[in-house]
């Protein structure tokens, strides 16, 4: 009886959060994935009854460059942003309660401003009249006719400056529940710095890696505006032909076939990491093993 009040009281409690999920994120999937198994109608819709072809037409020989463009991109911007994240991280959990709290804040004040308006002050200063261009032609690190801006090097920039403190914080929460005596005690059974650093601290906060991984790789696939307007021809992503397909061509059917096909990109690794964490750390569930 004990235990039936116990699985209530847990399922009363989880149930807002699924039907949350269910409503806004579950039955929307479903709704995009069913819509690109329909066919196109003449007004750009979505028209009767039911076709392979959308999924057919994504054999268009464009498509493998800017998938694998997508994937190397979403992968650098995570490898970048977790090396500068951990020792950031590591860096602030150590310091006083004063200046912790004013790192943390100026890792969160741009978010006080507009995505956008962020976006477009990096095109300002990758302009070749900007700030940073004439700086690097001044030590003649570039020449004055090198473009900086509409190119993958400008997309990697902005997309590492934008999901950085996405993976600062949860590696920050992690670092400030380590117990650093752990490290202290590795150096004297003789390990040195860097292994202490490897082998103690980087296991021990490999929740916060996780989550610092997923958090930056996912959006970093489906991101379109970044390569919008810092790209060019040749810094196009995935999220920028979903977003043609669906204010340009208005072929909602191939825009939700591409969407299909990206949730998969996100979802079939996402699994994969969470089997072989759960694996690692043996049957016992991984939610509960954070709480």
Not at 62 to 78: E, M, V
């Amino acid at each position: 009886m004990k235990n039936a009040r116990s699985h209530l009281n847990e399922l009363l409690v989880t149930l807002p959060s699924l039907l949350w999920l269910a409503i806004f994120f579950l039955i929307p999937t479903l709704i995009v994935l069913a819509i690109a198994f329909k066919p196109t109608d003449f007004y750009g819709g979505v028209g009767a009854g039911w076709t392979l072809e959308t999924l057919r037409s994504l054999g268009n020989p464009n498509y493998p460059a800017i998938i694998w463009r997508t994937i190397l991109l979403s992968i650098a911007t995570t490898i970048i942003c977790i090396v500068l994240a951990v020792p950031t991280g590591y860096y602030i959990a150590r310091l006083g309660t004063r200046w912790r709290q004013i790192m943390l804040l100026l890792i969160i004040v741009p978010f006080w401003t507009s995505f956008l308006i962020r976006i477009y002050a990096w095109k300002v200063l990758l302009h070749p009249d900007g700030l940073i261009k004439k700086f690097l032609a001044s030590l003649s690190i570039v020449d004055i006719h090198t473009s900086l801006l509409h190119n993958q090097w400008a997309v990697l920039l902005v997309m590492v400056y934008t999901f950085l403190p996405f993976a600062i914080l949860p590696i920050y929460a992690a670092a400030e529940k380590f117990d650093y005596h752990l490290v202290e005690a590795a150096r004297d059974l003789g390990a040195r710095q860097w292994q202490g650093f490897y082998k103690v601290f980087l296991p021990g906060i490999r929740r916060g890696l996780l989550t610092a991984i997923l958090v930056v790789f996912i959006p970093a696939l489906g991101t379109y505006l970044i390569p919008d307007i810092m790209g060019g021809p040749d810094a196009e992503m995935i999220g920028n032909k979903i977003a043609q397909r669906v204010f340009v061509d208005r072929n909602l059917p191939h825009a939700s076939a591409l969407s299909a096909l990206l949730t998969l990109a996100v979802f079939l690794p996402m699994v994969a990491v969470l089997f072989l964490q759960r694996k690692k750390d043996g049957s016992e569930p991984i939610i509960k093993e954070s709480a």
